[in-house]
């Protein structure tokens, strides 16, 4: 594609696509004609939803900054970065090291275990739960949310573009209950930190004001649903993928056991070659052309991390998985204002669990008995179970 059809057009859903390294970068950076603002969640527009106990109520319409555009996005995103700088970051060190070495105790004496159940899976869910203040215990409520809302069955078309038969989808129904369910547990979570403020983010960012004014109970929830589902499964994914990728390169793995100090360019080159967010969203905000083509005004269009990451034209023999590749400038975790804001902490879980995984399970295979399954998200690219002897 990125040689033939740079930017095409899916005639079925009315969404477009961008392949190459430089118009996926323009489409990411310039919020000016690429909004994020429109990408808003359908099942959490205005509207009325029945309660558990079967009341109607409004529905919640948080807002989230992975959705917004300037100059609202970046007061939005102060309130949390101070919460991922190297400062705040190193006191949490020890405590990924401590879950890591936990993860692993427990995960050994089993034989084969499953990477993504056993320490994938886990370590970046207890990490973000404690640092937002929620129970590391109520691990299987947020895989459960989080499997339930990122498979979800629903095309682009019906995701993205939903006319008003959507609110009759069954699928959109599932997900809209899914999210009035995280929604609930946030709520009740953020009135005990009402009662009783905590060292923790909630209680932060119930604290929190914009324009001298508190953030609305909805816009807290938002925000705290975005923290957990985006801290934990992209992290999964680059963790698991990144035993995939050792796995197949032997080589690699054998230097990194030799030179942990390739930890890192290691971990970015996973980022590059098996970009664990596969596409980012955007909405044009007038007619645009790129690659020779226009996408007119109000157009949906997705962004390939994962192509643009391989492109020819940016990096020299892309196919090639390679730990010391300088430069690396892949853009796995976005580019510009909205820059992944957890990309410190994912590279820290990252390089401090995988040389004790290399070191404590230096035999470690993928077990190919089975297919591998993947995840089945449509962003995002990872396993659902990685089995390991
Ligand atoms: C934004 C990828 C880990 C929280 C993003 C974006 C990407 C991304 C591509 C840009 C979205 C856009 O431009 O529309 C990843 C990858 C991760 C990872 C590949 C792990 C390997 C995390 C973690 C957290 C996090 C651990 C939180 C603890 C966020 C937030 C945003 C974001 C809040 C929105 C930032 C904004 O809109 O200003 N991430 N992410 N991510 N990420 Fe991550």
């Not at 004609?33 to 509207?47: M, T, V, W």
């Not at 106990?53 to 309130?79: C, F, V, W």
């Not at 589902?229 to 054998?254: F, K, M, W, Y």
Request: glycine share 4%; hydrophobic share 40%; aromatic share 8%.
């Amino acid at each position: 594609m990125r040689d033939t059809q740079p930017v095409w057009l899916d005639e079925n859903s009315g969404c477009w696509h961008v392949f190459r390294y430089a118009d996926v970068n323009t489409l990411i950076t310039d919020s000016t004609l690429f909004s994020s603002e429109r990408r808003q969640r359908p099942f959490a527009r205005p509207g009325t939803r029945t309660s558990p106990t079967g009341e109607k109520r409004e529905r919640r319409t948080g807002r989230s900054i992975i959705a917004m555009d300037p100059p609202q996005h970046r007061q939005y995103r102060n309130l949390v970065s101070s919460a991922f700088t190297p400062r705040a970051l190193s006191r949490l060190s020890h405590r990924i090291t401590a879950i890591t070495q936990e993860l692993l105790d427990q995960a050994r004496p089993a034989g084969q275990i499953d990477f993504v159940t056993d320490i994938a899976y886990p370590l970046p869910t207890m990490v973000i739960a404690e640092m937002l203040g929620v129970p590391t215990s109520d691990r299987p409520l947020f895989k459960q949310w989080a499997d339930g809302l990122l498979n979800r069955q629903l095309s682009d078309a019906e995701f993205f573009r939903p006319d008003e038969t959507a609110a009759h989808n069954p699928e959109m129904e599932r997900l809209q209950t899914l999210f009035e369910e995280m929604s609930d547990y946030f709520e009740a979570k953020l009135e005990e930190r009402r009662l009783q403020p905590r060292d923790d983010m909630m209680s932060a960012l119930l604290a929190a004001e914009v324009d001298g004014e508190h953030l609305s109970i909805d816009d807290v929830i938002s925000f705290c649903i975005l923290l957990l589902l985006a801290g934990h499964v992209t992290t999964t994914n680059l963790l698991s993928q990144s035993i995939r990728c050792l796995d197949e390169h032997p080589d690699a793995r054998a230097q990194l056991s030799q030179q942990p100090e390739l930890i890192p360019g290691a971990i970015e080159e996973v980022l590059r070659y098996a970009s664990p967010v596969w596409r980012l969203a955007r909405t044009t905000t007038a007619d645009v052309t790129m690659a020779g083509v226009t996408i007119p005004k109000d157009s949906f269009v997705f962004g390939w991390l994962a192509s643009a990451n391989r492109d020819e034209r940016q990096f020299s023999e892309p196919a090639r998985f390679d730990i010391t590749r300088t430069p690396n400038r892949h853009i796995a975790f976005g580019h510009g204002i909205h820059f992944c804001i957890g990309a410190p902490l994912s590279r820290q879980e990252a390089s401090i669990a995988l040389p004790m995984i290399i070191q404590q399970l230096p035999d470690l295979q993928i077990s190919h008995k089975e297919p591998l399954q993947l995840f089945q998200g449509r962003n995002l690219f990872g396993f659902q179970h990685l089995p390991v002897t």
